[in-house]
Nanobody, 123 residues
Framework: QVQLVESGGGLVQAGGSLRLSCAAS????????MGWFRQAPGKEREFVAS????????GYSDSVKGRFTISRDNAKNTAYLQMNSLKPEDTAVYYC????????????????WGQGTQVTVSS
């Protein structure tokens, strides 16, 4: 069992930046690929970014490519999502997810999920 706790969300103006963190506990963090997903009000949850167990492979949705960066620090059992040039349409609850197989954007395949952190971008 892996427990995931997101933090770092908040209110930011358009064009600003935030860094989300996902702290993992319970199992060896480096054995798990990580993903970030988000769900806006009235919409389905969607893929944002993913990173392999060692960090050597990353993936992004087209909507965030070039603005967001996923990373991880296996020594700190934490994954990050650096979000720059934020837009109002980035407003959503952001979730991190983990699985011991790198599924990239396949949401249904991830076994473990955090509770989410709210990101609100004002125009």
């Amino acid at each position: 069992q892996v427990q995931l706790v997101e933090s770092g969300g908040g209110l930011v103006q358009a064009g600003g930046s935030l860094r989300l963190s996902c702290a993992a506990s319970g199992r060896t963090f480096s054995n798990y690929a990580m993903g970030w997903f988000r769900q806006a009000p009235g919409k389905e949850r969607e893929f944002v970014a993913s990173i392999s167990r060692g960090g050597g492979t990353t993936g992004y949705s087209d909507s965030v490519k070039g603005r967001f960066t996923i990373s991880r620090d296996n020594a700190k059992n934490t994954a990050y999502l650096q979000m720059n040039s934020l837009k109002p349409e980035d407003t959503a609850v952001y979730y991190c997810a983990a699985d011991n197989i790198y599924y990239a954007g396949r949401e249904a395949a991830y076994a473990y999920w955090g509770q989410g952190t709210q990101v609100t971008v004002s125009s």
